[in-house]
């Protein structure tokens, strides 16, 4: 199934599979990838197949409303238009846009509305609109006037007066929402995300005031580097719990999603999460993985659970991450090669 712009989709059979496994771990919701859309039948398909099965969906925060920067370009370019994605400068483009895409997904039962702004591959909105003023009082001002049209839109294209909808903090967003300058709609619930590589949750987790019967939630990321050995499950059980357990004590449980990332290496995160999600972080690191390794390898299950716990105990723990003499943890391929690409880039060109 190839397509322009995401190299390929998922397959059809492989996302029954992954419905299933979901169900299997008590899950009910899905954000079927990091780009989806839903002008493509093929992507089209994938969301039916899950909505079919009961799950809730929804679509990936660089995606608001389903419309990522390249499901903008791709629905103007198949009308002949060139148009830029600017909500700066061009913000009825950008209500053309979103009202097709809300009408399409809204065929659909159990979708969660995802509402946002930002730029290209994951970036600040100003990181691909130079149009768009750098203070953060007028960037706040534009992110939160585009959430407000979004939900104008789901709720005039839907009929629904209270749509549920989410708004993931994460990068610039946390930074303007904990700052004040980011107005985020009553009705929307906000989701805290975790920092992987240190294995805790971000400064706006722990900083930003509660509003009164307003719903949060947590966005768990599974994979533990950006880059280097991506694929490697560096999140512990202990770790996973410890997180959900400070989500669980701040109340913030109206949501609960969790990025896997790489499904087939990184299942134990992923399995861990579901456990205590839905059984209570006050259940034993130590209990849900001799469970898991049980499920998994009945017959040496003692040996699997003691060779993870070999492994979790090399990597450092929380407390050793906050200690500037073990900056060590970030020194593996990725990661210092794009250190290394950050000094190159100090030299003049031709050096």
Same mark, same amino acid.
């Given at each position: 199934m190839d397509y322009l712009f995401y190299s390929r989709i998922m397959n059809h059979q492989t996302m029954d599979e992954i419905v299933e496994a979901a169900l299997r771990?008590?899950?009910? &919701?899905?954000? $079927?990838?990091? *780009?989806?859309?839903?002008?493509?039948?093929?992507?089209?398909?994938?969301?039916?197949?899950?909505?079919?099965?009961?799950?809730?969906?929804?679509?990936?925060?660089?995606?608001?409303?389903?419309?990522?920067?390249?499901?903008?370009?791709?629905?103007?370019?198949?009308?002949?238009?060139?148009?830029?994605?600017?909500? &700066?400068?061009? $913000?009825?483009? *950008?209500?053309?846009?979103?009202?097709?895409?809300?009408?399409?997904?809204?065929?659909y039962k159990r979708v969660i509305w995802q509402v946002g702004l930002r730029g290209d591959v994951d970036r600040a909105v100003w990181k691909s609109d130079p149009a768009v003023p750098r203070s953060m009082e007028a960037a706040g001002k534009l992110i939160s006037d585009a959430l407000a049209h979004q939900l104008r839109i789901i709720r005039e294209e839907t009929g629904d007066a209270c749509p549920p909808a989410t708004m993931t903090l994460w990068s610039e967003g946390a930074n303007l929402y904990r700052n004040g300058y980011l107005k985020v709609p009553d009705n929307v619930i906000i989701v805290f995300a975790n920092i992987p590589e240190k294995q805790e949750m971000d400064r706006d987790f722990h900083e930003v005031p509660r509003r009164p019967g307003g719903g949060y939630g947590v966005y768990h990321h599974n994979g533990f580097y950006y880059r280097g050995p991506h694929m490697a499950q560096g999140h512990s059980p202990e770790s996973i719990r410890q997180l959900l357990s400070q989500v669980a004590e701040r109340g913030d449980t109206a949501y609960a999603l969790s990025n896997v990332q790489c499904l087939r290496e990184l299942v134990l995160g992923a399995g861990m999460f579901s456990r205590f999600a839905f059984d209570g972080p006050q259940l034993s690191a130590d209990v849900a993985l001799a469970h898991w390794c049980k499920t998994m390898m009945r017959g040496r299950s003692a040996q699997l659970a003691a060779a993870y716990g070999e492994y979790f105990s090399a990597y450092l723990t929380r407390e050793e991450m906050h200690n500037p003499d073990q900056f060590m943890c970030r020194w593996l391929d990725g990661e210092l090669r794009e250190v290394g690409i950050r000094c190159l880039d100090k030299y003049p060109k031709g050096f």
């Open positions: 771990n008590r899950l009910n &919701y899905l954000i $079927p990838a990091s *780009f989806q859309d839903i002008d493509s039948p093929a992507d089209e398909e994938n969301i039916r197949r899950i909505t079919d099965r009961g799950l809730y969906i929804s679509q990936h925060h660089i995606e608001p409303l389903g419309v990522s920067h390249f499901a903008f370009r791709s629905y103007f370019n198949s009308r002949g238009r060139q148009e830029q994605p600017s909500y &700066y400068t061009r $913000p009825q483009v *950008f209500d053309e846009v979103w009202r097709h895409y809300v009408r399409k997904w809204a065929k």
